[in-house]
Every structure is written in structure tokens, then in C-alpha cells.
């Protein structure tokens, strides 16, 4: 892409297009109400209008391209980007070497996992990081939570 097409939106954090742009104002400047269970009443969400968005998108494409260096976590958001788009491809390659469908998805889940944890600096994942995963795994197949099986 060239410069002409990019800005830096800082609202976001990293570099977008007016395509960009406008698909995040389309999902996320929708001003509404939510429910606040407290009154148990549905009160306006203070929020950013899509006008206001569209403003300042509009300001940022007035202005020419200025260069930005992009925070690590940003980064790693990118990057974990990038490796999404290879899971239908991972994902078949997977298969290929034997492993049914869903083995072959938790295993490229573990390794976006592990992309992560590397590309944020994180230690692996924690005994407890790990039992949560299993009881959660445990729950999506419709299973009892392990946690809360009597024994016999």
C-alpha cells in the first residue's frame, strides 16, 4: 500500500485505509443504550457518533502521511493478524499428516498461542492457564466441568 492510502489512527493504534476506516465506524460508532443491571433499565451508552468518527478519519486523510512507530503490543497484534490468515492453509496441512479436523484447529490455536505469548514477552502458560483451558474445552463438547465432578 502506499502512503497515499495509509494513515496512523491513533484512536486505534496502528495504521488503517478509508476501507479500514469505515468498517470500524460501521461496527463500532453505533451510539445505543445497554442494559445497567443495577436499575435493571436499559440507559444511553456514552460513545463516540459515527459523525464524529467519519470527522476525524476525514482530518487524518486531509493530512499528509506522517510515519509512526507502532508500540510492541501492536506489533504482536499484527503479527498474530498475519498468522490467522494461514490457518485454512495450517489447518489442511495439519490434516494432511493425519490429524482429524479438530485436532488439527486446537493445534493451530496452540501454536497462535504460543506466537503470542513469544511476541508479547509472556511466560508459558500457567498450570492453572491450562486447567481452565481443559475445563473449558471440556464444557464445549458438552461434558460436566471437571472441576465439579463427584467422585464415586
Same mark, same amino acid.
Given at each position: 500500500m502506499? #502512503?497515499?492510502?495509509?494513515?496512523?489512527?491513533? @484512536?486505534?493504534?496502528f495504521?488503517? =485505509?478509508r476501507? %479500514?476506516? %469505515?468498517?470500524?465506524?460501521s461496527? *463500532?460508532?453505533?451510539?445505543?443504550? &445497554?442494559? /445497567?443491571? /443495577?436499575?435493571?433499565?436499559? =440507559?444511553?451508552? !456514552? $460513545? &463516540?457518533?459515527?459523525?464524529?468518527?467519519?470527522?476525524? +478519519?476525514?482530518?487524518?486523510?486531509?493530512?499528509p502521511?506522517?510515519? &509512526? !512507530?507502532? !508500540?510492541?503490543?501492536?506489533?504482536?497484534?499484527?503479527? *498474530?493478524?498475519?498468522?490467522?490468515? =494461514? @490457518?485454512?492453509?495450517? +489447518?489442511?496441512?495439519?490434516?494432511?499428516e493425519?490429524?482429524?479436523?479438530?485436532?488439527?484447529? #486446537?493445534?493451530f490455536?496452540?501454536?497462535? %498461542? +504460543?506466537? &503470542?505469548?513469544?511476541?508479547?514477552?509472556?511466560? %508459558?502458560?500457567?498450570?492453572?492457564?491450562?486447567?481452565?483451558?481443559?475445563?473449558?474445552?471440556?464444557?464445549?463438547? $458438552?461434558?460436566?466441568?471437571?472441576?465439579?465432578?463427584?467422585?464415586?
Amino acid at each position: 500500500m502506499s #502512503e497515499q492510502e495509509l494513515r496512523y489512527w491513533d @484512536r486505534l493504534g496502528f495504521y488503517i =485505509t478509508r476501507a %479500514d476506516a %469505515d468498517e470500524f465506524i460501521s461496527k *463500532a460508532g453505533n451510539i445505543g443504550a &445497554v442494559l /445497567d443491571e /443495577d436499575l435493571e433499565e436499559f =440507559t444511553p451508552r !456514552s $460513545g &463516540v457518533s459515527q459523525d464524529s468518527l467519519r470527522k476525524e +478519519v476525514n482530518a487524518l486523510f486531509e493530512k499528509p502521511f506522517v510515519e &509512526v !512507530s507502532l !508500540s510492541s503490543e501492536n506489533n504482536a497484534i499484527l503479527i *498474530a493478524l498475519e498468522f490467522e490468515k =494461514t @490457518r485454512p492453509a495450517r +489447518v489442511k496441512e495439519l490434516k494432511k499428516e493425519g490429524f482429524t479436523t479438530e485436532e488439527a484447529k #486446537e493445534m493451530f490455536k496452540q501454536e497462535l %498461542d +504460543v506466537l &503470542v505469548r513469544d511476541s508479547l514477552g509472556l511466560p %508459558d502458560e500457567t498450570p492453572m492457564e491450562k486447567e481452565y483451558r481443559e475445563r473449558a474445552v471440556a464444557i464445549q463438547e $458438552g461434558n460436566p466441568d471437571p472441576a465439579f465432578e463427584e467422585e464415586e
